[in-house]
């Protein structure tokens, strides 16, 4: 089995500097460089270096960044109770924000980018300049050269993007810098036009290079389409809703490659929704033709995970799934809730919803309140249907290792079909809206957005009444009211003005919920202050609950919500509804009937205020004082 994308620990010599290397150090290795550079075996040895990096799925440990659902927290779909994690308030000292506190720490490790940190830059910057001497010593053939320089390539224009997501202005390197050459170790910084305008060029390079089949979960050209289109989208839409960020130029040929891109991996005939969306996450082996790359786990090579054990229906969850998530979901006749069509389209209870809402509301949520969320809604995205049984079904039976613990072995879609179509669709619209495009056709919503919605519906869905949601046709694109309401007028963007571009972002919602796509999406949309809940009222929400009901089986018993501690006594522990008027009723300990609404988070607060500036990390002090001792200076972002 060559399953290079499962094991982290391939090459640790020749790639990074250390923890304390905010710029870019030489490294001292393990390999001798002067005879390591021999043969393709190699090139591909310390490539597989960076899979780990850069497509980290689940991950292997504990509280790791970059994950879904445990890492991807900080967003305007989950909730905690008590008071919601802040922005960052102050610049860090430290590069790598082990000395900040708790509150900041979400924004910081789950804003969907990267530390202040070269190392990487490096390793690529050093492989394309070893290739271009393996080349010209007979060691690589044309066609191994053009591949490999096309991966490197690749991964220095993705590494790059994080960074521009990051931080915007960042010095750029394409080749290694000399210990000796301190104007390049400490130069200012680069427009982030320029540094993307680069970015660009590599994605096109490796796009025309990298093979078209490299082995299973190895990257190919199609990959290396998916992640132009992935980062050349946020770029693209960044420099529309962050006036004076760019140009309408580059964000024009951004977009186009975007489109582009799509057009390679749709054309391929490689890909296809052929899997029920469960499936996608918990399946031990990579389901169906979906899938662009996939990482898998193997409990006998000791890759494992602990993602699924999260959504077990046992392991808490905090922060947990919100109301303003849940509504966002459309009915299945392809409506907003508020103006659908199926029968109690209104109604809230988790059971209803799961027969009237999109199948993916089935397939993400537990279909009852759950005690063990902090919103009283489970997740159950990420594990696959008989995971769920040993909580309520088999609890005679002991939980097997692949459903618990740290011991998961679900694998990981890192790039799939439905991130290619959804970027395609959004950019041809942005084309369309912005820069003189050809408008978007029913074609083009049948291959990107219905095509989605055309997925396979697994034998559990069918049996419990679930429905395809209605194809989006362009004659009749629903009008949400939530398009204008006071929480995206209150944005730095303001309201969507086209009907079609927030049915393109709500599906996007809907699809990605959880893995991580949310607060990127947020942040190129200027849509940050969706987060508070000032305005969002229904952030600071969980699900409807009615505490009269006593469930068995598969059920909530709500019961166990009403002991004496949770009565109201002014205190945060009290047991709160919220009623659709808007009415707050708290438990006094005689007035069960009354508990029916919308579950309200123990001690709710809002998240601290925050500004514009928090759409880019500031840079640490730690590296604004290193380039002041070597006599240097850099610039801070605006705001900071």
């Not at 779909?77 to 008071?83: E, I, L, R, V, Y």
């Not at 960042?170 to 200012?188: A, F, H, L, N």
């Not at 769920?388 to 679900?410: A, I, L, Q």
Request: charged share 20%.
């Amino acid at each position: 089995m060559n399953k290079i994308i499962l094991t982290l620990g391939l090459l640790v010599a020749l790639t990074l500097a250390g923890c304390s290397d905010f710029l870019d150090r030489p490294q001292k290795t393990a390999m001798d460089d002067s005879n390591y550079w021999t043969s393709e075996t190699n090139v591909r040895l310390f490539v597989n270096g960076g899979y780990p990096n850069y497509f980290n799925g689940y991950d292997v440990s504990w509280g790791t960044a970059y994950v879904p659902y445990r890492g991807a927290n900080f967003n305007d779909d989950m909730t905690s109770s008590g008071k919601q994690s802040s922005f960052l308030a102050a610049v860090p000292a430290d590069n790598w924000y082990r000395s900040e506190s708790a509150t900041t720490i979400y924004w910081l490790t789950q804003s969907g980018a990267s530390a202040w940190n070269f190392g990487w830059v490096r390793k690529w910057n050093t492989l394309i300049q070893r290739l271009a001497t393996m080349k010209e010593n007979g060691y690589l053939s044309d066609e191994q050269f053009n591949h490999w320089n096309g991966v490197a390539r690749l991964f220095r224009g993705v590494e790059y993007s994080r960074l521009v997501q990051s931080f915007g202005n960042v010095p750029y390197y394409d080749k290694p810098v000399s210990d000796t050459d301190m104007d390049e170790q400490y130069k200012e910084r680069d427009p982030r036009t320029l540094v993307m305008d680069k970015v660009y060029e590599d994605f096109v390079y490796a796009m025309a290079n990298i093979r078209a089949n490299d082995g299973v979960n190895y990257v190919n050209k199609y990959v290396a389409a998916a992640l132009a289109s992935r980062y050349m989208l946020f770029e693209g839409t960044w420099y529309k809703y962050h006036p004076g960020s760019g140009t309408n130029e580059l964000a024009k040929k951004f977009l186009e490659l975007v489109v582009t891109a799509g057009n390679l991996v749709i054309n391929s005939g490689l890909y296809q929704f052929n899997t029920d969306f469960r499936s996608l996450f918990g399946s031990d082996a990579q389901p169906g033709k979906e899938i662009l790359l996939y990482r898998e786990y193997n409990s006998t090579l000791s890759t494992m995970h602990c993602i699924a054990s999260y959504s077990n229906l046992t392991e808490s969850q905090a922060p947990a799934a919100n109301l303003a998530l849940a509504k966002s979901f459309i009915c299945n006749d392809g409506k907003p809730w508020q103006s659908s069509t199926v029968a109690e389209a209104d109604n809230f209870d988790l059971k209803k919803m799961a027969v009237t809402r999109d199948p993916r509301f089935e397939a993400t949520f537990w279909g009852a309140p759950l005690q063990s969320s902090a919103t009283l809604l489970y997740v159950c995205k990420f594990i696959d249907r008989v995971g769920v049984t040993y909580s309520f079904d088999n609890v005679s039976t002991p939980r097997p290792p692949k459903y618990g613990s740290n011991t998961n072995t679900n694998g990981f879609p890192v790039i799939r079909l439905a991130e290619v179509v959804l970027n395609w669709i959004e950019a041809k619209q942005e084309l369309a809206l912005s820069h003189g495009g050809p408008a978007v056709t029913q074609t083009d919503l049948d291959k990107s957005i219905n095509a989605i919605r055309n997925r396979p519906l697994d034998a559990h869905a069918t049996a419990e009444g679930v429905k395809k949601t209605a194809p989006l046709m362009l004659g009749a694109i629903p009008d949400d009211p939530a398009r204008t309401s006071s929480a995206e007028v209150n944005t730095l963007a303001g309201v969507v003005s086209s009907p079609l571009l927030w049915e393109i972002r709500r599906e996007r919602r809907m699809e990605f919920v959880f893995e991580n796509n949310r607060i990127l999406d947020l942040r190129r949309w200027g849509k940050l202050e969706l987060m508070n809940g000032a305005t969002n009222p229904d952030l600071l929400l969980g699900t409807w609950c009615d505490f009269n009901t006593t469930q068995s089986g598969n059920d909530i018993n709500f019961d166990y919500l009403i002991p004496g501690k949770q009565i109201n006594q002014g205190d945060a522990k009290a047991l709160k509804v919220m009623k659709p008027d808007g009415t707050v009723v708290a438990y006094t300990g005689t007035n069960k009937e009354d508990m029916v609404g919308f579950y309200i988070p123990q001690g709710i607060q809002n998240r601290d205020a925050f500004t514009v500036r928090s759409y880019l990390q500031p840079v640490c002090t730690d590296v604004i004082e290193m380039y002041k001792d070597k006599g240097y200076t850099i610039t801070q972002n605006p705001g900071w």
